[in-house]
T-cell receptor, first 110, second 113 residues
């Protein structure tokens, strides 16, 4: 079983729509959680860390559910520039072992 | 502030050839990492270095060696390249701000024929 699993999509949504991605992780000892964004043929870039109480950054909201071992990312009022692959990342107790999901592809359509 | 830089950007090797991928960061981060990214597999950790002078294996270390030359630089060496090592290689560094946030270099696209 993979450490981190994501629905690969693709998600095709119209501009202005709200879209949500989920990600599940297998190791209950996981400590830190992140969402990264990766544009085609580019490096991953940190979108936001995910905190236990949930957190928001503008149009983006991240939630963590430790009991069910999943994290989510909600994007409101989607923009064309949000088109990318979104990577779920989990960090274990050691602090230096990161596990990446395979990514969820989002295309925002005019 | 260049962040994380990697060289080369592209490389084509023949099976059996060797090469070293270079990575440097100017953010004064203690930890550095090498990943490979293959279609449908996600990023997988090859090696990491928690601090200058230490290195540890990640998920897929076979066929690779690393050197943490100093705090800034972390190199990845392929001693005898194989077609299975065709991939995109990313270097990253991280700092601790309550959690470890990683910052990535632009990647090296390697093809082994």
């Amino acid at each position: 079983r993979k450490e981190v699993e994501q629905d690969p999509g693709p998600f095709n949504v119209p501009e202005g729509a709200t879209v949500a991605f989920n990600c599940t992780y297998s190791n209950s000892a996981s400590q830190s959680f992140f969402w990264y964004r990766q544009d085609c043929r580019k490096e991953p870039k940190l979108l936001m860390s995910v905190y236990s109480s949930g957190n928001e950054d503008g149009r983006f909201t991240a939630q963590l559910n430790r009991a069910s071992q999943y994290i989510s990312l909600l994007i409101r009022d989607s923009k064309l520039s949000d088109s990318a692959t979104y990577l779920c990342v989990v960090n274990f107790l050691t602090g230096n072992q990161f596990y990446f999901g395979t990514g969820t592809s989002l295309t925002v359509i005019p | 502030n260049a962040g994380v830089t990697q060289t080369p950007k592209f490389q084509v090797l023949k099976t059996g050839q060797s090469m070293t991928l270079q990575c440097a960061q100017d953010m004064n981060h203690n930890s550095m990492y090498w990943y490979r990214q293959d279609p449908g597999m996600g990023l997988r950790l090859i090696y990491y270095s928690a601090s200058e002078g230490t290195t540890d294996k990640g998920e897929v270390p076979n066929g690779y060696n690393v050197s943490r030359l100093n705090k800034r630089e972390f190199s990845l060496r392929l001693e005898s390249a194989a077609p299975s090592q065709t991939s995109v290689y990313f270097c990253a560094s991280s700092k601790y701000r309550g959690t470890y946030e990683q910052y990535f270099g632009p990647g090296t696209r390697l093809t082994v024929t």
